[in-house]
Each structure stands twice: as structure tokens, then as C-alpha cells.
Antibody, heavy 114, light 112 residues
Framework: QMQLVESGGGVVQPGGSLRLSCVGS????????MHWVRQAPGKGLEWVAV????????DYAASVKGRFTISRDNSKDTLYLQMRSLRAEDTAVYYC???????WGQGTLVTVSS | DVVMTQSPLSLPVTLGQPASISCRSS???????????LNWFHQRPGQSPRRLIS???KRDSGVPDRFSASGSGTDFTLKIRRVEAEDVGVYYC?????????FGQGTRLEIK
């Protein structure tokens, strides 16, 4: 069955960096754009970034632009989110989702704290 | 950014009774291709969101037919014909017509 599995979350100090990964299976990963969406503790959903199916284009929410980089390795069916200059307000569960938001991973928790 | 406003934010419902959630957008969600990219999601406690409805009213595979949705332009509604225990959680609307995609605040459905 179709599945997305995120990894890479953890506790990081303010100003630090972290790279999240998301592996897709059960569907042709290379055919679909992918998103990252995050959810702060007890809060709603916030779209973070998108990447085209072939990696040719990317886009970011204003809150992360210049600090986060979305990328993908289609040879490994894997999506990435490189996060730099992390702030307390970046603390959230990060989900990867398929292009039309019809498939979500289980999420990975990022905690930015000293 | 397009602001999505849901109401109510809290929805206590008796089992077997109907429920309705409203979602309003600050701009029309009709895209240049004629489609309206309005989705509904359900998030159970401790779980990832799950898409229920796409393009205003198209139910996803496996979604019970007690769920229905409608609307146009800026006003949209999700209805549950008879609420079951598994329907508890938070419901979100999301627009994909205008960049960036934006979500409503969420409506928490609980059983009375």
C-alpha cells in the first residue's frame, strides 16, 4: 500500500540545523510533487514547502524562506527538508504529503529548545 | 494569503445526530481552469490528517457516504449525516487554488 515514512526529527538548539527525510513507497514517487506541512503542539496545520515531481521548482512559506530547503532524490524515492537557523517557533510535527494531500506520513517531531 | 475561516471551532454532537461545519475563504476559490480546489481533512487524536474530500465535494476512496460536502466561491460546508464515535477529532478545510495553500483553524468534533 502507499506509504510515506518521515525521519530525522529531534531536539536542536536555537540557531541549529536538522535534516528531515521522507521515504515514499507503494506509488511512483517520481511522478508526484511533494509537500512538507507542519503542526505546532496543540495548533493547526501550516503548509511549509513544495517541490515539483522532478525537483525543477520549489516554493516556501514566508515563515521559512531563506532558512529551509526542500529537495528530493528520485533514485531513492526520498524527500528532504534541510532546516537551518532554527527558532523556537519552528517546533512542530513535520509531515510530508503527496502532491494533492491525499497521502500523509506519520510525522516527525522537531523541538527547538536550549 | 487567503484566509480560511471555519465555524464553529468546537462542535459537541450526540451520537447518531447530524453535524455541519462551515468554511469561508477571503477570496473566491475558483481557479482559472474552472475547478475549485477546496479540500476537507480529518485528524483523529494522535494521528496524521487524512483527506476526506477534494474539489469541494469529491469523497476520497473509503470515506463513508455519511460524509458530504458542498459549496462554491467562498462558502463551503462539510456535513456528517449521523455522527459515529470514530468521527471525533479535528476537521480542517484547505484551499489549494491560491499560493500558498492555507488551512482553516480547525473544528474540534466531540461526542456529547
Amino acid at each position: 500500500q502507499m506509504q510515506l515514512v518521515e525521519s530525522g526529527g529531534g531536539v536542536v538548539q536555537p540557531g541549529g540545523s536538522l535534516r528531515l527525510s521522507c521515504v515514499g513507497s507503494g506509488f511512483t514517487f517520481t511522478r508526484y510533487g511533494m509537500h512538507w506541512v507542519r503542526q505546532a503542539p496543540g495548533k493547526g496545520l501550516e503548509w511549509v514547502a513544495v517541490i515539483w515531481y522532478d525537483g525543477s521548482e520549489t516554493d516556501y512559506a514566508a515563515s521559512v524562506k531563506g532558512r529551509f530547503t526542500i529537495s528530493r532524490d528520485n533514485s531513492k524515492d526520498t524527500l528532504y527538508l534541510q532546516m537551518r537557523s532554527l527558532r523556537a517557533e519552528d517546533t512542530a510535527v513535520y509531515y510530508c504529503t503527496k502532491k494533492d494531500f491525499d497521502l500523509w506520513g506519520q510525522g516527525t517531531l522537531v523541538t527547538v529548545s536550549s | 494569503d487567503v484566509v480560511m475561516t471555519q465555524s464553529p471551532l468546537s462542535l459537541p454532537v450526540t451520537l447518531g445526530q447530524p453535524a455541519s461545519i462551515s468554511c469561508r475563504s477571503s477570496q473566491s476559490l475558483v481557479y482559472s481552469d474552472g475547478n475549485t480546489y477546496l479540500n476537507w481533512f480529518h485528524q483523529r487524536p494522535g494521528q496524521s490528517p487524512r483527506r476526506l474530500i477534494s474539489k469541494v465535494s469529491k469523497r476520497d476512496s473509503g470515506v463513508p457516504d455519511r460524509f458530504s460536502a458542498s459549496g462554491s466561491g467562498t462558502d463551503f460546508t462539510l456535513k456528517i449525516r449521523r455522527v459515529e464515535a470514530e468521527d471525533v477529532g479535528v476537521y480542517y478545510c484547505m484551499q489549494g487554488t491560491h499560493w500558498p495553500e492555507t488551512f482553516g483553524q480547525g473544528t474540534r468534533l466531540e461526542i456529547k
